[in-house]
């Protein structure tokens, strides 16, 4: 497995209705989960780049903050799991 520079520091935020994160009435749909982790990224690194990371639902929403954030996002990592 290839180690990210140790500069990188690691979020791993809980997603509306995970974790110990509840979901607002407000959130109905995918969409609206990505506006929240947008404004989120937004608010810990304002104008940074950064890499996501994602995993099944993760992956979806990590191709679209990649998208959606333009040439701030760094790396898209789409990770596919088999049994």
Same mark, same amino acid.
């Given at each position: 497995?290839?180690?990210?520079?140790?500069?990188?520091?690691?979020?791993?935020?809980?997603?509306? =209705?995970?974790?110990?994160?509840?979901?607002?009435? &407000?959130?109905?749909? %995918?969409?609206?989960? $990505?506006?929240?982790? #947008? *404004?989120?990224?937004?608010?810990?690194?304002?104008?940074?780049?950064?890499?996501?990371? =994602?995993?099944?639902?993760?992956?979806?929403?990590? &191709?679209?903050?990649? %998208?959606?954030?333009? $040439?701030?996002?760094? #790396? *898209?990592?789409?990770?596919?799991?088999?049994?």
């Amino acid at each position: 497995m290839v180690q990210p520079p140790s500069s990188w520091k690691r979020i791993y935020p809980d997603l509306p =209705g995970h974790g110990l994160t509840t979901i607002a009435e &407000s959130i109905e749909n %995918h969409d609206q989960v $990505l506006d929240v982790l #947008l *404004e989120f990224m937004d608010s810990i690194y304002p104008n940074e780049t950064y890499a996501v990371a =994602g995993e099944s639902r993760g992956d979806y929403l990590a &191709s679209n903050v990649c %998208h959606q954030s333009g $040439l701030r996002s760094g #790396l *898209e990592y789409w990770m596919c799991g088999y049994d």
